[in-house]
């Protein structure tokens, strides 16, 4: 499953995979953030490879100043129970990055987390609103620069 | 007079000791189950532990008709607006029992999504220690709220809160 999938990624989208790496038969790839609709679409339509289930979206902060922040893309393919991650990785002075909602719809909430979390602008997205933290906050509390106990007077509390 | 027959047994007291007695010995809760500790009073309002026998069976899901509020869970700043909500549509007087770690003083969630300590928006009866408190604990906090009932103290006066708290970094 790995090499007809390496394969068909390298005949088609030579020029949009930076690396890949391997950890106890899991494959991860990093694409370029421009292509990630393209690839998506084509994991998702081949008929061999067929990745119909995206198992879940997250952000990631890297400890590098360039390209700091990543999003993770797991992907499940039903048919051959094969397991795959994408990244792309996202500089902190371009936080948008193409959504795949379009693609999988389950995307919608797991990419409002990841904006909700780390900033970060998924482009074209239906809805894109926070979910878990209040509208009116300003800050992304999963940044490395965000202090643990939050900045005082940023969620009010009800008056007593 | 007619309503008196002199054989018939009575007690003379004051009017309030009489309401606090009737009070005390039929506490409605509210359960604000927010969390894992709501485990924990539903077990306490169950046949096991049975706090129907402090006079507190019937547990009102309508803050209209209660008058003791026992918050058992988390409470994060989003959701603090919604239990200072529900405590303002509790009809007077009332009561509320801060059950467990997280609802008392945050608990182990040290960080910026949790209140820590829910006195810090709504005034405190009785807290309750325990991560969840087991049910007998919270028995002993209603029997608590009953003493300061009976003593005729006026409710989210006495207690002040003696746990340590962090409530944001500098």
């Not at chain 1, 952000?59 to 990543?70: P, Q, T």
């Not at chain 1, 039903?78 to 371009?94: H, I």
């Not at chain 2, 700043?77 to 059950?99: E, F, G, L, N």
Request: aromatic share 10%; glycine share 4%.
């Amino acid at each position: 499953m790995k090499e007809k999938l390496l394969d068909k990624l390298n005949t088609s989208f030579k020029n949009s995979i930076e690396s890949f790496s391997e950890f106890r038969n899991e494959l991860t790839i990093i694409i370029k953030k421009a292509d990630i609709e393209k690839i998506c679409s084509f994991l998702r339509d081949d008929a061999e490879l067929s990745f119909d289930s995206l198992r879940d979206i997250c952000g990631a902060v890297n400890r590098a100043s360039v390209d700091r922040y990543e999003v993770v893309n797991n992907l499940y393919s039903l048919k051959n129970k094969y397991r795959l991650r994408l990244k792309v990785l996202v500089d902190a002075d371009d936080m948008n990055v193409p959504t795949v909602t379009r693609i999988w719809p389950t995307a919608d909430f797991e990419e409002r987390e990841a904006y909700d979390m780390y900033g970060i602008v998924f482009d074209n997205h239906p809805d894109l609103r926070r979910i878990y933290m209040p509208e009116e906050f300003e800050y992304y509390p999963l940044r490395k620069d965000f202090p643990l106990m939050g900045i005082p007077g940023s969620l009010p509390l009800p008056r007593k | 007079m007619e309503l008196m027959k002199p054989d018939e047994p009575f007690i003379t007291t004051k009017l309030d000791d009489i309401m606090a007695w009737a009070r005390k010995n039929s506490l409605w809760p509210m359960p604000m189950g927010i969390s894992c500790c709501a485990i924990e009073m539903m077990s306490f309002a169950g046949p096991r532990y049975d706090c129907a026998r402090f006079g507190s069976e019937a547990f009102r899901f309508s803050p209209r008709q209660s008058d003791l509020m026992i918050v058992a869970g988390t409470v994060t700043y989003k959701m603090s607006h919604v239990v200072r909500k529900i405590y303002d549509q509790m009809p007077d007087p009332k009561w509320v029992i801060a059950m467990g770690a997280c609802t008392s003083t945050g608990g182990m969630y040290r960080t910026y999504s949790v209140v820590q300590g829910i006195d810090l928006f709504i005034p405190v009866d009785v807290y309750v220690a325990g991560c969840p408190p087991r049910p007998d604990n919270l028995i002993k906090g209603l029997m608590e709220v009953q003493n300061q009932i009976a003593r005729g103290e006026k409710p989210g006066q006495k207690v002040k809160n003696i746990y340590p708290r962090i409530r944001f970094c500098k």
